[in-house]
């Protein structure tokens, strides 16, 4: 009798956890829907536009350094300079050109001749 109780409960055990196991590997496993987004005309004025706004400039140019982007930060003594992993497009390429973009900070090193700034990617770029 014991040994029919036993199997039962292990039974009934080992039904639940199954039932609990397969819930939870259908939680983990749910796909997420992907956002398609539209292309950006940028003749219809309503394309994305970054939030920091920043000075193509060449300064640097005479070390080896091709572009940077000069960005004005509280302490006007010390900009904050940054230096674009992928090349500005040709239209973008201006010594003096203001910029509207977004950035975000990379942790690589940077490019020979570059000794002033900080390696970043720049998205969203629109000129001012």
Do not use: W
């Not at 039974?11 to 939870?24: D, Q, R, S």
């Not at 982007?69 to 003594?77: G, H, L, N």
């Not at 201006?94 to 002033?116: A, I, Q, S, V, W």
């Amino acid at each position: 009798m014991y040994i029919c109780l036993s199997v039962f409960f292990i039974h009934v055990f080992m039904k639940n956890h199954l039932v609990i196991i397969a819930v939870l590997a259908l939680l983990a496993c749910s796909c997420k829907t992907k956002q398609h987004s539209k292309p950006i005309d940028p003749n219809s004025g309503t394309a994305a536009v970054g939030k920091t706004v920043g000075t193509v400039s060449h300064q640097y140019k005479s070390t080896g350094c091709a572009t940077v982007i000069i960005v004005k930060t509280e302490d006007a003594a010390n900009p904050l300079v940054l230096i674009p992993k992928d090349a500005l497009v040709a239209g973008l390429d201006k010594d003096g050109l203001e910029l509207y973009f977004d950035y975000r900070l990379l942790k690589m090193p940077n490019p020979d001749g570059c000794t002033h700034g900080i390696m970043a990617e720049l998205t969203n770029i629109a000129k001012k």
